[in-house]
């Protein structure tokens, strides 16, 4: 078969006649595709953020040691040189209680001014910040501190130890939970959109069976009769990418919008995945579409 | 040419379709097939067309070897024949030429050849007047004219008729083995199923005879078989 332009139109005109003539089986398949995406789209903006606040935290790489209140600088230095000793230990920073007091107030900005009023009275702790060098070894670290507290020189010094690791792994479970679940509801949702795009080919077939028979009996080519089928396949998936697209955008900039503002976590700008998510919900639309447009013509092109 | 090679139809109901059938068809050539209903003679076309493919023996048509053809060249063997059916088979919303341009576009032919070849074949027919006509608006002879040309228009070296004057009034029959004969005389070998005997019988040609799958008489100048 010779291509000609005109018969690209002749495409379109039938794949959207097939659209609109089932236009309830249409719009179904619109809908679950539409699900399909943006549970898909969630997912990975989801774990993505995740992904980026955990590492934030682990970029402090650190152990915090609270000295208890009343000791002798000399005591802490003390500590401070045996935890330098310490295997897989980078360093040893001490901060002493007013830093960590003007640190505070720098960090709650305006609200700063009211901790002025504990200036005499300073609440706050030294402390010995720990930059280590090997993650694996912060359990073993914790370990050895806690010995250096039952030590005569250094006794009862450490009032508390704080690893961030504890909050990192708690988002980490968090995370795979997310991600399982979600794999799972995406395999379903798949597996749905494909069933739902074969019974919408099928039914455009079927509505067309006429034509059909006879552009076989004349010898029309596997891909003349099947293609306009899979066009109306793929125009599904394109339009529902498109539309989830959209959802996907409003919805996280008001989402974004409403998390970051408290402050709390980092959220990454949609911008910065846009162009993942275009290659991705299109790639999943479209792809969707031919999978299923494909698997239903494929018993009818047997013989 | 058209061969049959010791050819058997089982279909998976377990119904003997065809036995043991050997034919030739030269290039060319006029042919009655007739039967009684439920002799095989459908069964014949559809092996012919590939759509059912025989369970014994070897079918040949010029160069394909039905037997045990690829799927994927099923359409390069439709183009080389021409069908027309006993129910026209017309799409209902489409007029007279767009049937037939129809039968054209979809083997991606240029829209300048195919106006052309449309309005010559509309002619040929004698339906020139009822070219925007819907199959609804036409007589049961016009419609399978219709037919005709569409099954003509691709140019195939063969065309079959399976039991064309079945549902048209004998005048009409008349005229569509008349247009059979004038497509013969372009060269083309035409396979013509029917039930009509007083047709057969006048045009005294080469006559097939099927009885329960078996071909039980072929003759030259011959007339239906009163077995
Ligand atoms: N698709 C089919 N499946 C099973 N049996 C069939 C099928 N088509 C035809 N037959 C049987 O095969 C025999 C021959 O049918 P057919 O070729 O249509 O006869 P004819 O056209 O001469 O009337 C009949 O007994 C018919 O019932
Ligand atoms: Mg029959």
Redesign the pocket.
Known sequence: MKFRFYNVGYFFRLAFQGIFRNSIMSLTTVFVLISTLIVMGSTWALTTNIEYNLQEINTYNKIVVFITRETEDHTTSLLREKIQRLPSVESVEWVTKDEVLKDLAANYGDYGDILQMYDDDNPCKDELIITYTDSSRVTDLTYQINAMNEEEETFGVVDKINDRREVAEKIDSVKNVVVLVCTWLMALLFVVSVFIIMNTIKLAVFSRREEVSIMRYVGASGFFVAFPFVLEGIILGAFSSLTSFGIMYYGYQLLSKAIGDSGLITVLPFSSMLREYVIFFAGVGIGLGVIGSLLSLRKYNRD | MIEFNNVS?V???G????KNVDLEIKDGEFVFVV????????????LLLCE?RPSGGRIMIDKFNLSRMSKFKIPKLRRTIGIVFQDFRLLPNMTAAENISFAMHVLGESKKTIKARVANFLRLVGLEHKADCKPGELSGGEKQRVALARALVNNPNVVIA??PTANVDPYMAIEIIELLLKVNQLGKTVIV?THNVNLVNYYKKRVIT?KE?QVVSDKQGGMFDEV
Do not use: C, Q, R
């Open positions: 139809k279909y998976p109901n119904t003997k379709a065809l039967g009684a209903s439920g002799a095989g003679k459908t069964t014949l076309t559809k059912e399976d039991e199923i099927m799958g």
